[in-house]
């Protein structure tokens, strides 16, 4: 790959924040490229987990299967995200599936590459477990809120963290980048779409979000 297509892929992701060069190089020389079109699976569920992700442009629904065959969205992935850290150093399956939610773009780097990267660099190696530390305090944070909350705080908190994870400011409040249906809101609470419809428009009406074409805005008074 050449060095200015690795420098796209290695870009505005954290987790490679200030990597040596020569390691830098290295992990270049095993990265990957890929695109996908918006419905596209990117992984399935209960397939070998042997690849990392490194997502730079779009975004994707992680969702599973229910016992009756339900679809539930576990979460959102977007532009800086890395999906498949969590698999180093152990062969495991995908327990997900990721579906591109508009075109999209990937890097890739085998599971066996990014190993080997992490031992030969410590703060790599630091920066993945504080990278695995967010990611498993924002699981037991919602978690709670889903014992706790009612489903239009929760549906609130939820947007928030959208906003800020896959925001863009602009003069109307924050415009979430990710095409969001009433349904993928519902999946990823947990609960039907007419819920989902009532919670949005006690929302709108409490002039809290409002929509930008596809997109959904959060008035700064969220935040």
């Excluded at 399935?44 to 016992?67: D, M, N």
Aim: proline letters at 3%; charged letters at 25%.
């Amino acid at each position: 790959m050449l060095r200015e297509e690795c420098a796209f892929c290695l870009r505005d992701i954290p987790l490679f924040a200030g990597v040596q060069e020569d390691l830098f190089q290295h992990i270049c020389q095993n990265t990957g490229k890929r695109h996908l079109e918006k419905g596209e699976e990117l992984f399935r569920q209960g397939e070998p987990a042997e690849t990392v992700f490194l997502l730079k442009e779009g975004s994707v629904k992680l969702i599973q299967f229910t016992e009756e065959g339900r679809e539930v969205i576990v979460d959102i992935a977007g532009k800086g995200d890395v999906l498949g850290e969590e698999n180093l150093f152990s062969v495991q399956n995908w327990p997900v599936t990721a579906i591109a939610l508009e075109n999209t773009r990937c890097c890739t780097i085998s599971r066996q590459q990014l190993e080997k990267a992490v031992l030969a660099q410590p703060r790599l190696t630091m920066q993945l477990i504080s990278y695995l530390g967010s990611k498993f305090y924002q699981a037991l944070e919602s978690k709670g809120e889903l014992l706790t909350d009612t489903v239009p705080v929760r549906l609130s908190k939820l947007l928030v963290r959208l906003a800020r994870e896959h925001g863009r400011s602009t003069p109307q409040g924050t415009v979430i980048q990710v095409q969001l249906t009433q349904q993928d809101l519902a999946d990823m609470l947990g609960v039907s779409r007419v819920i989902v419809v009532q919670a949005l428009k006690e929302l709108k009406e409490s002039g809290r979000i409002d929509k930008q074409g596809r997109y959904y805005l959060l008035k700064d008074k969220c935040f």
